[in-house]
């Protein structure tokens, strides 16, 4: 017979952020709790914890309840779900809180807390170049709107709209919707489209797939300039929905362009966001 | 340092010369390309310090930003320089991304520089 830990690292996984989760979910039934409520009390970042939530949403261990903005998860009432939670129920405590995310190593600081100063690995030049909140004045949260309706729509593209999406999809496209919204606050009238390409948007993707973006310009004179302007933006999403958010830059002239080349290919996938 | 560790700082010190060389010839899809190896290879060696392995050029970024970035250990603008260097990379090698110009690929060598300065500095500490 299986001992407890075993069966659970069977079932669930070895992740422990995973475990510490479902432990978190099923230790009180009818328990339901947002993201962020989540991320803080599983001691993890708020990536990780989305990234875990949609394994656990997708494996039925979890079900997810979006109420306006905000979205709940709770331990499902299925039959295997219960009979996990008797398993995480029987276990010692200690096995079922959240473990720390690494082993301490000398020099390095705790996960929450801030580094000293001598640990942090920068160049006093560089940070003191502005770079950060030069960027931080250009990316601000967007404020919650439903995505804007492209002005013209791509020949056989699909919208945000599509029915459906399986939650790990929905939290893919909800970065990728808020990516395209700082990206239009960031240009204004210069920008002529945000798109959704590559595998996320040709729906082959692997759960860790990049969310690819084309970004449509009037024109562009210098590429690093659009690239720094996008950069804050980038990671910030990044972090928060714990999935890379790609940019290419891509001039009106050329979108528009004529048959030959790959164009007409990837503008054919792209989706509008 | 492990050997693994040294390996990648050799490889990147390697990669960061063929970017710089690339950009003196005006080569500048290569050197951004080249620049932006190195980066990843400073990033893995940064990971194997925290015992882990990563491949792919995303789960190598993603798992740098998510040890290093969110835990205060490294600043910042790493995550950012090492994903805008991936990007200038994937548009180097786009036929359908805006050309890159000099001053991008400029930068992503200086960032390169830095950040290969910053990664040894952190390396040779953590297995001291």
Sequence with gaps: MLENSSALDLTVGRSTVRQAILALLMDEPGCRLHLREIQRRAATSPGTASRELAKLVAAGLVEREAEGAQVYFRASNSPFAMMLRSILLAMPSPERGPRPRRLPRPGRTKATAAPAADQVEFEPGVASSGIDSAAARVFEPAPRQRSQAPSEQVAGADTLESPAPSSADSLVLKAAGRFAESVRLAYGDTLRGVYLYGARAGGSAAGDADVETIIVLDQIDHYGAELEKTSQMCASLSHEFGVLVSRIFVSESTWEGGPDGRLPLVRSEAIAL | ?128
Aim: aromatic share 8%; proline share 2%; net charge negative.
């Design chain 2, 1 to 128: 340092m492990t050997p693994r560790s040294a390996q990648l700082i050799d490889g990147a010190n390697q990669a960061l010369a063929s970017a710089q060389r690339e950009l003196e010839a005006r080569d500048l899809d290569g050197a951004a390309e080249r620049a932006c190896v190195a980066m990843l290879r400073l990033a893995k060696a940064c990971l194997d310090v925290d015992g882990v392995s990563a491949g792919p050029a995303k789960a190598v970024c993603s798992e740098y930003g998510e040890r290093f970035v969110q835990t205060g250990i490294m600043y910042s603008a790493y995550f950012r320089w090492l994903l805008d260097a991936a990007d200038l990379r994937k548009a180097a090698a786009s036929d359908v991304a805006a050309p890159i110009d000099y001053d991008a690929a400029a930068t992503v060598v200086e960032r390169a520089e830095i950040f290969r300065d910053a990664t040894t500095r952190f390396v040779a500490r953590s297995t001291r």
